[in-house]
């Protein structure tokens, strides 16, 4: 009898060090984690919704995870993609005390037509309070975005982007963006929908590249990716490959996780020096 509790035991305790060391083995994952850098950390989305303006728009991914938001009952989300703003989300960056970089509006435009400026100027209020943190705003609403920003001090913590998808409605927001006083001036070239041929990328400091996803999803030419990394390479501009999307380097639809991001065999995912600074890490652009 004694031998068999002694066994019992030994096995219970012989278990329990397997899920520890299991335990350890994701503890110490996660802590890698945290010193990789990903294009965010978190979403920030003071206002929700968002109307179609430009080609980039016609397989919104925020349109199809509204309507999920709808049904699931999420404040911001009751008339599903329609745009409003959501005052009960504006003050969270204040409640986080560790640094963080938010993307803001993932779900909407922060320079929407519908955006009332009190409430715009509230948003500005609170990045300027939360120095501590970083706030990456993409838009594809680029006339608004200098038309309010001109007028206003920037504050240093803010990095401003602007959706660049093709030549007609892309290429021209660049110039609305490469002269406001940002701290990273990015180009968010997602999704690719055509060749953009020459890009005067003067004063900006970074652009990534990416393929569309879902079933409707629009291919990107391999050539056309290329082309943007040899400028960005022959002006010293960070370059970060994204992914390809639903249509692979090969041009064949599938998965767009088994389609990866590798480009040319390699991963090519740079930053600019800021966040080599802020985050001491190389940029080396490949893992």
């Not at 206002?47 to 404040?75: D, F, H, P, W």
């Not at 380097?249 to 480009?263: A, P, T, V, Y």
Request: proline fraction near 5%; hydrophobic fraction near 30%; charged fraction near 30%.
């Amino acid at each position: 009898m004694k031998k068999k509790i002694l066994q019992s035991e030994v096995n219970a305790f012989l278990t329990n060090e397997k899920i520890m060391s299991r335990l350890q083995e994701e503890k110490d994952h996660l802590k890698k984690r945290k010193h990789k850098i990903e294009w965010t950390e978190r979403t920030w989305n003071p206002s929700a919704g968002c109307t179609k303006i430009s080609s980039g728009c016609q397989n919104c991914y925020a349109e199809t995870m509204a309507k999920r938001l709808q049904g699931s009952g999420v404040v911001g989300y009751e008339n599903g993609f329609e745009f409003n703003t959501v005052p009960s989300r504006l003050n969270d960056p204040l409640k986080r005390k560790k640094p963080t970089v938010y993307f803001v509006n993932s779900m909407s435009d922060i320079f929407h037509a519908d955006m009332p400026e009190e409430y715009l100027d509230k948003i500005f209020e609170v990045i300027t309070n939360t120095p501590h943190h970083t706030y990456q705003i993409l838009t594809k609403r680029a006339d608004r975005m200098l038309q309010y920003l001109s007028q206003r001090h920037i504050p240093k913590n803010v990095w401003l982007g602007v959706t660049v998808e093709n030549k007609q409605q892309g290429l021209p927001r660049i110039d609305k963006l490469r002269n406001l006083p940002a701290s990273v001036k990015f180009l968010s070239v997602e999704p690719l929908i055509e060749d953009l041929g020459d890009i005067n990328l003067r004063n900006i400091d970074w652009v990534i590249v990416g393929g569309e996803s879902g079933n409707r999803a629009r291919p990107m030419d391999k050539q056309w990716v290329l082309n943007i990394k040899q400028q960005c390479f022959a002006e010293d501009i960070p370059f970060f490959f994204k992914q390809w999307g639903t249509w692979g380097e090969d041009g064949i639809k599938r998965n767009k996780k088994l389609n990866g991001k590798k480009l040319e065999g390699k991963i090519c995912q740079q930053y600019p020096k800021i966040i080599e600074q802020q985050f001491h890490r190389d940029n080396s652009g490949e893992y």
